[in-house]
C-alpha cells in the first residue's frame, strides 16, 4: 500500500510509524521548513501512552521525559495559594504518565521512522484528485505522487480538511480562549520553578512555568477573549496581556523572543460526523482537535494512528478499514471533548469564586480517597483499553 501523509507532527509521524511497520511505501510533506520547536509541556497519558507502548515508543518518551516533584498555583507576590505533590496525578494515572515537552514527543517520533519513509520538509499540497480507488496529489515543489490512502494530519486548521470536507467554519468551535508557549534562558526564574510545574493563580489570564533540563525555562499562556482571531503580532499580543499578572512574569515577558519562535493558537476544538471522504482519511487535530481543556490531544493522535494502522493491518479492504476506524474512535474522542469543555472553568477560572473553589480542590487532593476521583478525571469514567478500541480484543 502506498500512502501520502500531510503533516509531520505527532499524529502524522504516529501513522508514519504504524504503516511503516506494516510495510506501506509512506511519504509524508510538512509545510514547515524543519521540526518545529515551539510547544508546552505535556502529561501524556491515556490511550496513547498505551499505544505508544505497544508501538515501542515508551523507554525512548521516559528518557526524554521529566522529572516533576508538585504542582502549584503561586499569587502576584510569589506565595503559593494551592499546591499538589506530583506523585498523587502518577498514582492516579497508575504510573502510566510522562511528563514530555512536545516538540520531544515529535522527536522521539520522528526518530522511530529515521530512514523508513520519506519526509519532505517546504513541501504542501497544491490540489488533490480523491477517488473510490486511490489519490493523485500534485506538490509545491512541482512534484506528483500517486497512492492508495492520503492521511491528513495538518493540524486544527488543516488544508486537508478544507480541501477534502469544507470550509474551517463548518467544523471548528472556538472555545474562547487562545493561547501561547515559548522559550526562554533566566537562571533565577529557572532556580525557582525547576522542580515542577508553577502557573499564576489568577482569573482569565495565567501563565505558568516549568524547568527544562539545559537549564531553560518554558512558558505557557492561557486567556480569555470573545475574539478568535489570532494577532498579527503573537509576541505584542502575550506581552500586552500578561503584564499585570505580577511574581515572575515580568522577567519572563522581558525575554519572550520573536513572535516566530512563540506558538500562538486559540482554543478550539474540531467536531465532525465524518472523517472519511473516499481515500482520504483525517487524523488527530485535524478530525478531532479536543483542546488543552481536554487535556489529551498528543495522546488521542497517537492512540488515533494506532487503531487506524490496526485497521489497515487486519482488514484487506482499505474502504471498510477507514470506517471502521471512524466507528471504533469517534465516540472516545467525543468524549474528551466534552470532558474537556465541562473543565473549563477549573483550567481557567472566570471569577474569584471559582478561583476559590480551585483552591479548595488543589488542597483536598491531598486527602485519602481521592485517588479514584482523580483517575477518573485524568483517563475518563470507563476507561478502555486501547487494544479493545482498536480490535474488540484484550
Excluded at 3 to 8: E, F, H, Q, R, S
Excluded at 121 to 145: C, F, K, M, Q
Excluded at 298 to 309: E, I, N, Q
Aim: hydrophobic share 45%; net charge neutral.
Amino acid at each position: 500500500m502506498r500512502t501520502i501523509i500531510v503533516g509531520a507532527g505527532i499524529a502524522g509521524l504516529a501513522a508514519a510509524q504504524r504503516l511503516a511497520d506494516l510495510g506501506s511505501h509512506v511519504t509524508v510533506v510538512e509545510r514547515a521548513s524543519g521540526p518545529r520547536n515551539q510547544g508546552y509541556m505535556i502529561d501524556f497519558f491515556g490511550p496513547g501512552y498505551e499505544a505508544a507502548q505497544r508501538m515501542g515508543l515508551l523507554a525512548r518518551l521516559r528518557e526524554l521525559g521529566y522529572h516533576v516533584e508538585r504542582f502549584s498555583y503561586v499569587d502576584e507576590h510569589g506565595r503559593i495559594r494551592a499546591s499538589m505533590d506530583y506523585q498523587r496525578f502518577e498514582k492516579a494515572a497508575s504510573g502510566a504518565i510522562v511528563s514530555i515537552m512536545r516538540p520531544d514527543l515529535e522527536r522521539a517520533l520522528r526518530e522511530a521512522v529515521d530512514g523508513r519513509v520519506d519526509l519532505r520538509y517546504s513541501v504542501t499540497v497544491e490540489a488533490i484528485d480523491n477517488r473510490p480507488d486511490g489519490v493523485s496529489v500534485t506538490l509545491s515543489d512541482g512534484s506528483a505522487l500517486d497512492a492508495d490512502l492520503l492521511i491528513g494530519a495538518d493540524g486544527i486548521h488543516s488544508a486537508t480538511r478544507a480541501a477534502t470536507f469544507g470550509p474551517e467554519q463548518a467544523f471548528l468551535r472556538f472555545l474562547g480562549l487562545h493561547t501561547a508557549a515559548f522559550v526562554f534562558d533566566d537562571p533565577v526564574v529557572h532556580d525557582q520553578v525547576q522542580d515542577g510545574f508553577f502557573l499564576t493563580d489568577s482569573v482569565d489570564v495565567q501563565m505558568g512555568f516549568y524547568g527544562l533540563r539545559d537549564g531553560r525555562v518554558a512558558a505557557f499562556t492561557v486567556h480569555r477573549t470573545s475574539d478568535p482571531e489570532l494577532p498579527a503580532d503573537p509576541r505584542a499580543a502575550v506581552l500586552r496581556t500578561y503584564q499585570d499578572l505580577g511574581w515572575l512574569t515580568a522577567r519572563a515577558l522581558g525575554l519572550c523572543p520573536s513572535s516566530a519562535d512563540v506558538y500562538y493558537d486559540q482554543v478550539a476544538q474540531i467536531e465532525m460526523d465524518q472523517w472519511v471522504n473516499r481515500r482520504v482519511v483525517l487524523l488527530g487535530d485535524s478530525a478531532y482537535a479536543v483542546s488543552l481543556l481536554a487535556g489529551q490531544g498528543a495522546s488521542l493522535a497517537v492512540a488515533g494512528a494506532y487503531v487506524l494502522g490496526r485497521q489497515l493491518a487486519t482488514t484487506p479492504d482499505i474502504d471498510r478499514a477507514l470506517a471502521e476506524y471512524v466507528r471504533r474512535w469517534h465516540p472516545v474522542v467525543t468524549q474528551r471533548q466534552l470532558i474537556g469543555r465541562r473543565g473549563a472553568s477549573w483550567f481557567l477560572p472566570a471569577s474569584t469564586t471559582q478561583l476559590r473553589l480551585r483552591r479548595l480542590a488543589v488542597t483536598a487532593m491531598r486527602l485519602p480517597g481521592l485517588d479514584r476521583w482523580l483517575g477518573t478525571a485524568l483517563v475518563g469514567k470507563n476507561h478502555t483499553p486501547i487494544d479493545t478500541i482498536a480490535l474488540g480484543t484484550t
